[in-house]
């Protein structure tokens, strides 16, 4: 069996003056990156993947750190495009993105396009990793779209129930599909 560890990333610092890629952790999320490390570690972490974006990487930086493993960069496991730059109402878009699947942004990305993206991302990690267990930063948009193809009841109220950070523990075993749970409480 290969289990994922799928993770949310700590509290970030938003900031409309820089790119939404650059986004780093707040005080909060940097204490949450380090206690998060133990947690992880505890579960025998032996490979760490992240979304290129700041705040998913440093979310897992205390952990490889710990335990003397790279981190590994997928661009797959990025946050969805929602919007063309900062923008007020962007909890107003998700809340529509999820009622429309396919519904983007001109130049953005659709809530269909995403989870397919990330699906097919975690899956084909899963296989490469098959027996190990592996953490993967990623994003709540990202990892909501991911869990609801693997539960259609995990929609818009799951993501909003959603924290910073939070892990989801995804078991992949042989010819089974993929089984999902909250894994832990972080705090």
């Known amino acids: 069996m290969t289990r994922v560890l799928l993770i949310r990333h700590a509290e970030s610092q938003p900031d409309a003056g820089l790119a939404e890629p650059d986004w780093p952790l707040n005080s909060t999320g940097q204490q949450q990156s380090k206690a998060l490390a133990g947690t992880l570690q505890a579960q025998g972490v032996e490979v760490v993947y992240s979304s ?97 193809s693997l539960d259609e009841t995990f929609g818009f109220k799951g993501w909003k129930s959603m924290k910073n950070p939070d892990i989801f523990l995804v078991n992949y075993a042989a010819a089974e599909a993929p089984e999902w749970d909250r894994a832990f409480e972080i705090h």
Not at 120 to 139: F, K, P
């Open 52 to 148: 290129p974006y700041r705040r998913a990487v440093d979310t897992v930086r205390p952990l490889a750190a710990a335990a003397g493993l790279p981190i590994s960069i997928e661009d797959d496991l990025r946050e969805r495009k929602l919007t063309d730059g900062f923008r007020a109402d962007w909890k107003t878009l998700v809340e529509k993105a999820w009622a429309d699947w396919s519904f983007a942004l001109p130049g953005c990305e659709s809530g269909l396009d995403c989870q397919a993206r990330v699906r097919a991302c975690v899956d084909r990690l899963a296989r490469e990793n098959s027996g190990r267990t592996i953490a993967l930063a990623s994003h709540g948009n990202a990892i909501a779209l991911y869990l609801s």
